[in-house]
Antibody, heavy 121, light 113 residues
Framework: QVQLQESGPGLVKPSQTLSLTCTVS??????????WSWIRQPAGKGLEWIGR???????DYNPSLKSRVTISEDTSKNQFSLRLGSVTAADTAVYYC?????????????WGQGTLVTVSS | DIVMTQSPDSLAVSLGERATVNCKSS????????????LAWYQQKPGQPPKLLVY???TRESGVPDRFSGSGSGTDFTLTINSLQAEDVAVYSC?????????FGGGTKVEIK
């Protein structure tokens, strides 16, 4: 069973870059069996898909964030990462990493516990 | 983008009664080639990540109790919880995976009356 764990700073200043890492266990990020996504949820609001990485580094982004987002992978550490630039208070949210099996590449089977990122000076 | 709209925002149901959550997509999410609706339902309890309940609009994920059922096609979908249990108190969200960007509904909070 895949397990995911988010890590990174809980506080980011406005205009700076938010950086998070998701460490994967129980599955290889290079296996082609899974797709790896980032999703966020502002307090009291709905979920927003940020983007995903899969199959030898292919990446899809949400167009609403594409100009500010980079998703990458570190295969040596079995991790994938999120960078979100030029953050504002509107980017304050719980950030989740999640996985989807290739047979259902956009259904989220496993989730990390989430990490709260607050954008504030 | 496909917009997912859920109703109601919240509902209170007595223990043992039925809860019904609705989800409407701004365009059809039925793939006519495989006759599958690209819709999933998730349950989220306070302080926890979402949990997958249903995919392909009506297929229960392994281990999900059979009191949870999904139905609908095209643009209108329903999650039904039969015989509501105390542990079912949660926010329920729908998600379309017909096209990128993947999008979610705003969530429906289910409480005990």
């Amino acid at each position: 069973q895949v397990q995911l764990q988010e890590s990174g700073p809980g506080l980011v200043k406005p205009s700076q870059t938010l950086s998070l890492t998701c460490t994967v266990s129980g599955g290889s990020i290079t296996s082609g069996t899974y797709y790896w996504s980032w999703i966020r949820q502002p307090a009291g609001k709905g979920l927003e898909w940020i983007g995903r990485i899969y199959t030898s580094g292919s990446i899809d982004y949400n167009p609403s964030l594409k100009s500010r987002v980079t998703i990458s992978e570190d295969t040596s550490k079995n991790q994938f990462s999120l960078r979100l630039g030029s953050v504002t208070a509107a980017d304050t949210a719980v950030y989740y990493c999640a996985s989807s099996i290739a047979a259902r590449p956009a259904v989220f089977d496993y989730w990390g516990q989430g990490t709260l990122v607050t954008v504030s000076s | 983008d496909i917009v997912m709209t859920q109703s109601p925002d919240s509902l209170a149901v007595s223990l043992g009664e039925r809860a019904t959550v609705n989800c409407k997509s701004s365009q059809s999410i039925l793939n006519s080639f495989n006759n599958k609706n690209y819709l999933a339902w998730y349950q989220q309890k306070p302080g926890q990540p979402p949990k997958l309940l249903v995919y392909w609009a009506s297929t229960r994920e392994s281990g999900v109790p059979d009191r949870f059922s999904g139905s609908g096609s095209g643009t209108d979908f329903t999650l039904t919880i039969n015989s509501l249990q105390a542990e079912d108190v949660a926010v329920y969200s729908c998600q379309q995976y017909y096209s990128v960007p993947l999008t979610f509904g705003g969530g429906t909070k289910v409480e005990i009356k």
